[in-house]
């Protein structure tokens, strides 16, 4: 069980979790691989390179797959990364790294995990409405943790992607995740129940998500503090 915990995101939430914001839902665009790549190395190392060149092989290869194909694939890609705690790998409690730097330095927590995912299915043209991050409490170890939900219809029950159970499942077996709260790049909800919850407003009332928009290119890609390697 000790060994289990560790790959818990350790995530606390407080009275100011609801002023955090999240990763900036904007339209698709081509991304220029060379760039991102060279950028990558250049920060990280080749291992980034490798890396990097197997997440646009996926953009590149999922397009026309349906939107169960695309979370198979996404969520099998990203689980392959390793669970590491924000303090150790950054220094910092609370670092919400963005795609580039969690594909960069080759693990994260939670929250990375699943930004991770949100962004790449967006790019494979996932509706936004579709998709929520989403806090939860994971009860077995009585700790918070963040997964991605998938709401195929408004009032579906989301499937969840998650880093410790790796299998895509319905929300209603994963009796171990409490909803607490969820957003996308437009909306913040409050969770009573495994479905979509209680609009609560716009998600512009989540603060880490406007410190995120900042960092989605690779031009402040950050140094980890930990050598994943």
């Known amino acids: ?14 009275t100011s979790a609801l002023l955090v914001s999240l990763l900036f839902a904007a339209p698709t665009q081509e991304l220029n691989q060379h760039h991102i790549v060279s950028a990558l190395t250049k920060r990280y190392g080749d291992r980034a390179a490798l890396r990097a060149n197997a997440w646009f092989k996926i953009l590149n290869d999922s397009q026309q797959l349906n939107d169960i194909d695309k979370l198979e694939k996404v969520n099998h890609f990203f689980n392959l990364f390793r669970f590491v705690d924000d303090s150790i790998l950054w220094g910092d409690s609370n670092y919400w790294a963005s795609p580039m730097e969690f594909i960069g330095v080759n693990g994260g927590d939670c929250e990375d995990f699943s930004i991770a995912k949100y962004f790449t299915l967006l790019q494979l043209g996932v509706a936004e409405d579709k998709l929520r991050i989403t806090m939860v409490k994971a009860t077995t170890l009585n700790q918070y943790h963040m997964v991605l939900a998938y709401y195929e219809q408004p009032n579906s029950i989301p499937l969840v992607l998650d ?38 407003g716009s998600s512009s009332r989540l603060e880490k998500w406007t410190d995120l928009k900042l960092r989605l290119g690779v031009d402040r890609l950050r140094l980890p503090k930990l050598n994943m390697e």
């Open 1 to 14: 069980m000790a060994t289990f915990s560790k790959r818990v995101c350790h995530s606390i939430i407080v």
């Open 163 to 200: 880093n410790l159970d790796k299998t895509i499942k319905p929300a209603t077996q994963r009796r171990d995740l409490l909803p607490v709260y969820s957003f996308n790049g437009k909306q913040l909800w409050l969770n009573k129940e495994k479905g979509r919850g209680v609009l609560a």
